[in-house]
């Protein structure tokens, strides 16, 4: 039981260059989350998928798209980075059902670096 | 209006103190919170969750919820060094099912010997 993985753990990017986020989780969670983390902003909420097949924007979409490609896996994609999108990414997955003992787990992070 | 709301601190214990972590949230129709632990450089971790109005105990943690003034806080009993961390509380939005988990901007917490 791995809980929630993310890869790449670090990487850097030049301005225009495209890469995808990975994150998958074993625990048969509903729901799944991106976030970006930067100094003094809390986590800011990129896209979530309130379960399988569906996504929805968060407070920070623009930039970036994801796919639910089946119940673990959650990917966020970069098109065209920007060096604001420099930031540390969280993955996030939630029993999501509402009004019960909810367990979440957050994957260690991608720090990412766009020059 | 931001719709999870956090003193960002820093918020200073003396070791052995009461800490109190405060966090008021917008949506009248949420129903799920969360209060989470962050040390530098580390994931966020979940220490506490709590869906009705009063108190939850958790060992030193107490949370406490009040619906009608939007409002949940995290009470830190016997405050040690190894505390010291941003607290992070979290709301799921709405009372749709549709699990927004939205974050405040965290408090951060320092416990003094």
């Known amino acids: 039981n791995a809980g929630v993985t993310q890869t790449p753990k670090f990487q850097v990017l030049k301005t225009g260059q495209s890469m995808t986020l990975q994150c998958a989780q074993d625990?048969?969670?509903?729901?799944m989350y991106w976030y970006r983390q930067d100094p003094g902003m809390g986590l800011r909420l990129i896209y979530y998928?309130?379960?399988?097949?569906?996504?929805d924007k968060g407070e920070v979409p623009n930039g970036y798209n994801v796919s639910r490609l089946n119940k673990r896996e959650f990917s966020l994609r970069l098109e065209s980075a920007a060096p604001s999108q420099t930031s540390v990414y969280f993955c996030?997955?939630?029993?999501?059902?509402?009004?019960?003992?909810?367990?979440?787990?957050f994957g260690p992070g991608t720090r990412l670096t766009v020059l | 209006q931001k719709e999870v709301e956090q003193n960002s601190g820093p918020l200073s214990v003396p070791e052995g103190a009461i800490a109190s972590l405060n966090c008021t949230y917008s949506?009248?129709?949420?129903?799920?919170f969360f209060w989470y632990r962050q040390y530098s450089g580390k994931s966020p971790e979940l220490i506490m969750s709590?869906?009705?109005?009063g108190d939850k105990e958790d060992g030193r943690f107490t949370a406490q919820l009040n619906k009608a003034s939007q409002y949940v806080s995290l009470l830190i009993r016997d405050s040690q060094p190894s505390d010291s961390a941003t607290y992070l509380c979290?709301?799921?939005?709405?009372?749709?099912?549709?699990?927004?988990?939205?974050f405040g901007t965290g408090t951060q917490l320092k416990v003094e010997l």
């Open positions: 996030a997955s939630l029993t999501g059902t509402v009004r019960s003992t909810d367990t979440q787990y």
């Open positions: 709590i869906y009705s109005n």
């Open positions: 625990m048969n969670h509903n729901s």
């Open positions: 998928s309130a379960s399988e097949g569906t996504t």
């Open positions: 979290a709301v799921i939005v709405g009372a749709g099912g549709g699990n927004k988990l939205t």
């Open positions: 949506d009248r129709g949420s129903q799920s």
